[in-house]
Nanobody, 123 residues
Framework: QVQVVESGGGLVQAGGSLRLSCTAS????????MGWFRQAPGKEREGLSC????????YYQESVKGRFTISRDNAKNTLFLQMNTLNPEDTAMYYC????????????????WGRGTQVTVSS
């Protein structure tokens, strides 16, 4: 069975940092692009970033460019999201998802999803 599990969320003050992790098992990790999404209460889920098999990164939200960095460690089947200079607008459930071969800005093209990890940023 494919399993995707996020970790690293929590409560931080504005201006602080968090590093999210995502481990994927039951699939050939090297054949999948990996992405981060988030959903705030009452809002639609939005794609944040994706990194493909050739370690090329994409950022889909202007609000996170320069603050968030996506990376992956194929040897450990792990995806990361380094989040710096957090603000209350970053409060959301953060999801990790996998897509075969290539990145996409659309969430419906991703095959496997984790259950999410909550990030809460206080003022």
């Amino acid at each position: 069975q494919v399993q995707v599990v996020e970790s690293g969320g929590g409560l931080v003050q504005a201006g602080g940092s968090l590093r999210l992790s995502c481990t994927a098992s039951g699939l050939p990790f090297d054949d999948y692009a990996m992405g981060w999404f988030r959903q705030a209460p009452g809002k639609e889920r939005e794609g944040l970033s994706c990194i493909n098999r050739r370690i090329v990164s994409f950022y889909y939200q202007e609000s996170v460019k320069g603050r968030f960095t996506i990376s992956r460690d194929n040897a450990k089947n792990t995806l990361f999201l380094q989040m710096n200079t957090l603000n209350p607008e970053d409060t959301a459930m953060y999801y990790c998802a996998a897509r075969w071969k290539s990145c996409s800005a659309s969430e419906i093209d991703f095959n496997f999803w984790g259950r999410g990890t909550q990030v809460t940023v206080s003022s």
